[in-house]
């Protein structure tokens, strides 16, 4: 059951708004927190799109995040395999977050933000997660796409 939007008193400094009207209840520094700097950005950005002034700027200032990670992650491929195969990433992620994240994943109505989600969340070795943002990529331009204006046909 989908839960309503939290409708809270708007404090910019402690309780922003627009980090806790998404539908799971999951105030976004519960997970962004624990995340990397840059994918917790490229998150926080998403979360909030459409609670700010600028939804299409929100989404690209997370894409340029996303990406910079990704470039940020590619020097692992100078590392042997062998020695990346059990770094772990988001090593505070707890099984609260993971709880927190499955229920954001699944109370998200967009399936490219949900699938965005999953991504960026639920991924545990460093091999996976580059695959994984790459994937998140994909997600996140087709949810952009939506929010480009639309050109007129004369």
Not at 14 to 42: M, T, W
Request: proline content about 5%.
């Amino acid at each position: 059951m989908t839960k309503a939007k939290i409708k809270a008193e708007h404090d910019p400094v402690n309780k922003p708004s627009h980090y806790r009207q998404h539908n799971s209840g999951v105030e976004c520094i519960d997970l962004a927190e624990v995340l990397s700097f840059n994918v917790g950005n490229s998150y926080k950005y998403t979360f909030r799109r459409d609670e700010k002034e600028n939804p299409l700027q929100d989404l690209q200032k997370a894409m340029w995040y996303l990406e910079r990670e990704i470039k940020r992650l590619t020097i692992l491929d100078l590392v042997p395999s062998a020695f990346r195969k059990d770094w772990t990433v988001n090593p505070d992620f707890s099984l609260y977050h993971w709880a927190l994240s499955k229920r954001v994943i699944v109370e998200e109505p967009n399936p490219d933000v949900s699938n965005f989600y999953q991504c960026l969340l639920v991924s545990t070795t460093i091999d996976k997660y580059l695959d994984n943002l790459k994937d998140a990529q994909i997600f996140l331009n087709k949810l952009i796409k939506t929010y480009e204006p639309k050109e007129e046909v004369n």
